[in-house]
């Protein structure tokens, strides 16, 4: 059904009015905007308008601001990515939540993350275990915080960090929370802050690291160019419990139209590490798979170590490391994964570990992932593999 004048001249100013920082507007066309305005305006009659003031309903545009060039802004206020009061992370129009099946530990810190990309593109899928190829413009928002922080059981917001695709590659930008959880300052130096926690009933406390630039650029790294980590197909396969209700989160993407509705039929999907009704080895699998692949793969920061920990090569057990003589020769560890003896396993130590020269990850951990360590030990004590 064509427009009436009432919807053209009121969207033109809705339009006008929500874009300002997207329109760049030479001085010819504006004279000739006007006048086309002008015209339809006083050509328009009340009494052929179909569409009255009240059931009027404006196309809704998101209000995030993408500028590339003047990217990383100074607050992350100024991209307008939540409603309201930032610190409660309501996302704005267009600004989707995600969440993997399994999530990167750091220091038990809490997650909350975002997808936004410009309304004229598209991302497409690549493989299952690929990180999906998004367009220049895309944003990945990823917020760090505690809960139940000592001594008053209050959520402090650590840090939200950015990653802008741009015409060349990803770009880094992170956001340091003031005291008073009010805004975020952008800072890529790097720092260190004190957390006093309850996590599981159990009062802990680390000395939180915030990343520089060189460390963010450590892990998300793929044969020296910056990649994302979790934004797999194999990680998002799932249902997310949206403000609109559940939905598979590619579909919710596509839907979005954010992505290419080309996915194959079936997708080789990982499950929670940490959910006990799923076989151990899958939940193994695919707790290495997110906290150590992006690493322990070809051409990245431990690409010299003889394992490969993403889920679509460890069905080899060597890649787990099963059976295989560790490279770095420590006291009493035989394999670096020795089959019913964790105790003399280097996987099991270096997660058991706090002690820095031993410990992995190397990043993004000080404190010991008590339930993950567990796992990693049943597994490793029910393995029936003989070595040579």
């Not at 290419?260 to 799923?278: A, F, G, S």
């Not at 003896?341 to 010991?368: D, F, H, I, Q, W």
Request: aromatic content about 12%.
């Amino acid at each position: 059904m064509p427009w009436s004048c009432n919807q053209f001249s009121k969207q033109y100013f809705y339009y006008i009015r929500t874009q300002p920082k997207l329109i760049i507007i030479k001085k010819p066309l504006i004279y000739t905007s006007l006048v086309l305005l002008f015209v339809v305006l006083f050509s328009c009659s009340d009494n052929n308008d179909s569409i009255s003031e009240d059931n009027y309903m404006p196309v809704p545009v998101s209000p995030v601001v993408l500028d590339i060039v003047a990217f990383p802004f100074n607050t992350l206020s100024e991209y307008n990515f939540f409603e309201g009061n930032i610190k409660a992370q309501e996302p704005s129009f267009g600004v989707v939540p995600y969440e993997p099946i399994s999530t990167l530990f750091t220091d038990y810190a809490k997650k909350k993350r975002f997808v936004w990309m410009p309304g004229d593109v598209q991302a497409t899928y690549v493989t299952d275990d690929q990180f999906i190829d998004f367009p220049v413009g895309t944003f990945l928002i990823k917020t760090f915080y505690y809960d139940n922080v000592q001594p008053n059981n209050t959520t402090r917001i650590i840090e939200t960090r950015l990653m802008l695709k741009k015409a060349d590659n990803w770009h880094f930008a992170d956001y340091i929370w003031n005291d008073d959880q009010t805004e975020a300052t952008f800072s890529l130096d790097g720092s260190f802050t004190n957390i006093d926690f309850i996590e599981n009933g159990i009062v802990k406390s680390t000395n939180y690291r915030i990343p520089s630039d060189v460390e963010c650029s450590t892990c998300h790294n793929s044969q020296g160019d910056p990649i994302p980590i979790g934004l797999k197909p194999q990680n998002l396969n799932n249902t997310y419990s949206y403000a609109d209700g559940p939905q598979n989160q590619l579909e919710k993407l596509i839907a979005q139209g954010y992505l290419e509705d080309n996915l194959p039929t079936t997708i080789n999907t990982v499950v929670k590490w940490d959910d006990e009704t799923q076989p151990i080895d899958l939940r193994v699998r695919s707790y290495v798979d997110v906290n150590c692949a992006h690493c322990h793969s070809d051409l990245s920061y431990c690409g010299y170590r003889p394992v490969r920990f993403a889920f679509n090569e460890t069905n080899d057990a060597s890649n787990l490391g099963i059976c295989v003589d560790p490279d770095t020769e420590i006291p009493e560890m035989t394999k670096i994964v020795a089959p019913s003896l964790k105790e003399r396993s280097v996987m099991y130590l270096r997660l058991n570990t706090e002690a820095e020269e031993l410990r992995m990850p190397l990043l993004g951990r000080t404190l010991v992932h008590e339930e993950a360590v567990a796992l990693i030990g049943e597994w490793i004590d029910g393995l029936t593999n003989e070595c040579e």
